[in-house]
C-alpha cells in the first residue's frame, strides 16, 4: 500500500524567511502533485512532476522531485502572508489499465502560516 | 473551458431528506471523481468513473449513490444521511484514465454540506 508522508504538519514562519515542506512516498512513482489549499476552498493546482530531477518554479515557490530518494520538496523563499495556506502533496501510481482511473495518494498536508 | 463547476456550494439538509450534488466538466476528460474532504485533513476517494462506468467504489455506504449520465456529468445522490457525513465534497475530472502518462486530476470548488 503506498503510503505518503509530509513534514511539517505545521509550519509558523516570518515572512521574508525560506523554509521546506518534505514529502516522503513508499512506493517508486515518477507522478508527483502538490496543490495549495485555502481553509473551505477547492484544490489548487501547484506543480505537476513526472521524472527524477524534475524542478519547477512559480513564484516564491519550487517543487523538486528525486524519485530514487522517493522524495519531493517545497521550498518556499521569502515568504509573504499570501502563501498562507494547507499544502499537499500527492502521488499516482500507474495500476494497468484493468484498474482505470488515477487514484492519488494524499498526503496529511502541511497547515502554513506566514506571520508578518 | 477549463474549469470543473460543482452545484449547490452549501447544502444543509436533514436525515431523512434526500438531495443531490451536481458536477459538470466540459474539458472532454473521460474520468470523474467524488471525494469527500473533512476538515483539515486531505481528500479522501469515494467513487471514480471511467469512460462513464462506475470503476472504483471505495466502499462507500450506500446512502452514497453516484450516476455519470454522460461523460460530462456526474451526480451523487444522497439519502438517510448521518451528521458525520458533513464535509466538503469535491468532485475532479482527468483526461484519460486508461492512459499510462500522468493524468492530472482538476478539482471543483466543493459543496460544503452539512447533515442536521
Known amino acids: 500500500e503506498l503510503k505518503v508522508e509530509q513534514n511539517p504538519l505545521f509550519l509558523s514562519m516570518q515572512e521574508g524567511k525560506n523554509y521546506t515542506i518534505y514529502c516522503n512516498y513508499s512506493?517508486?512513482?515518477?507522478?508527483l502533485y502538490w496543490y495549495r489549499q485555502d481553509p473551505g476552498k477547492s484544490l489548487e493546482s501547484l506543480f505537476v512532476l513526472l521524472s527524477n530531477g524534475a524542478v519547477k518554479q512559480e513564484g516564491r515557490l519550487m517543487a523538486s522531485l528525486d524519485t530514487k530518494a522517493r522524495l519531493s520538496t517545497l521550498h518556499i523563499t521569502a515568504a509573504v502572508h499570501d502563501l498562507s495556506a494547507t499544502y499537499f502533496c500527492a502521488v499516482d501510481i500507474w495500476r494497468g489499465q484493468e484498474t482505470s482511473g488515477s487514484r492519488l495518494t494524499f498526503g496529511e498536508g502541511t497547515q502554513l502560516t506566514v506571520n508578518p | 473551458d477549463t474549469e470543473v463547476t460543482q452545484t449547490p456550494k452549501h447544502l444543509v439538509m436533514g436525515m431523512t431528506n434526500k438531495k443531490s450534488l451536481k458536477c459538470e466538466q466540459h474539458?472532454?476528460?473521460?474520468?470523474m471523481y467524488w471525494y469527500k474532504q473533512k476538515a483539515k485533513k486531505p481528500p479522501e476517494l469515494m467513487f471514480v468513473?471511467?469512460?462513464?462506468?462506475?470503476?472504483i467504489n471505495e466502499s462507500v455506504p450506500s446512502r452514497f449513490s453516484p450516476e455519470c449520465p454522460n461523460s460530462s456529468l456526474l451526480n451523487l445522490h444522497l439519502h438517510a444521511l448521518q451528521p458525520e457525513d458533513s464535509a466538503l465534497y469535491l468532485c475532479?475530472?482527468?483526461?484519460?484514465?486508461?492512459?499510462?502518462?500522468?493524468?492530472?486530476?482538476?478539482f471543483g470548488p466543493g459543496t460544503r454540506l452539512t447533515v442536521l
Open positions: 512506493t517508486t512513482s515518477d507522478r
Open positions: 468513473y471511467s469512460y462513464e462506468k462506475l470503476s
Open positions: 474539458m472532454g476528460h473521460r474520468a
Open positions: 475532479a475530472s482527468s483526461q484519460d484514465p486508461l492512459a499510462a502518462y500522468y493524468n492530472e486530476q482538476f
